[in-house]
């Protein structure tokens, strides 16, 4: 299986940051990366598709790149809205398989 | 818009049968672009993909290895609608389990787009 480690596991930024979130999947997945965002009590909810499309209806303040192993997904000025878990994918091979999480708290 | 809709219990007995369901509005349990999933989530184990249906001319399905001798994922196509069935359960299978599609499968573009809203499932007598 295919593992996926998302860095930091954790982090406290502000309304108005700009955030970045890493994931590294352990070989290679082209672009086979999708980003996913989870508040509590409800479903992972997709925002990036393919390393760097933006899902339909997703703020333009996300955006995603990379490509093989190293992936990120930033935002570029946080909205309260956006603290949240966030969830790398990788949609290469069965089983598909998720990063551990990283939590993004308000400081 | 697609929507999906779980049903089934919260609590099930452990070595008994885990049964959920999901059912589909805005699309095709028979597509032939999407897969049709289940994946769970708990706090030992995160997000694990466990399995997924679909069709392409005849019915596929695939199974995650840490599952496979005990899971059953079935499509309805009358009621349109896709099931999960996970027998012999012990407590380590208590978690939140979400019903998913993805959409279009097996291309660079694959993702779960649509998620059901989750069932958390208890194992416990």
């Known amino acids: 299986d295919i593992q996926m480690t998302q860095s930091p596991s954790s982090l406290s930024a502000s309304v108005g940051d700009r955030v970045t979130i890493t994931c590294r999947a352990s070989?290679?997945?082209?672009?086979?990366l999708n980003w996913y965002q989870q508040k509590p009590g409800k479903a992972p909810n997709l925002l990036i598709y393919a390393a760097s499309s933006l899902q339909s209806g997703v703020p333009s303040r996300f955006s995603g790149s990379g490509s093989g192993t190293d992936f990120t997904l930033t935002i570029s000025s946080l909205q309260p809205e956006d603290f949240a878990v966030y969830y790398c994918?990788?949609?290469?091979?069965?089983?598909?398989?998720f990063g551990q999480g990283t939590r993004l708290a308000i400081k | 818009q697609v929507q999906l809709q779980q049903s089934g219990p919260g609590l099930v007995k452990p070595s008994q049968t885990l049964s959920l369901t999901c059912a589909i509005s805005?699309?095709?349990?028979?597509?032939?672009?999407?897969?049709w999933n289940w994946i769970r989530q708990s706090p030992s184990r995160g997000l694990e993909w466990l399995g997924r249906t679909y069709y392409r001319s005849k019915w596929y399905n695939d199974y995650a290895v840490s599952v496979k001798s005990r899971i059953t994922i079935n499509p309805d196509t009358s009621k349109n609608q896709f099931s999960l069935q996970l027998n012999s359960v012990t407590p380590e299978d208590t978690a939140v389990y979400y019903c998913?599609?993805?959409?279009?499968?097996?291309?660079?573009?694959?993702?779960?787009?649509?998620w059901g809203q989750g069932t958390l499932v208890t194992v416990s007598s």
């Open positions: 805005g699309d095709s349990v028979s597509s032939k672009s999407a897969a």
């Open positions: 994918q990788q949609s290469y091979s069965t089983p598909q398989t």
């Open positions: 070989q290679s997945i082209s672009t086979y």
């Open positions: 998913a599609r993805d959409n279009p499968a097996f291309t660079s573009s694959s993702r779960f787009d649509y």
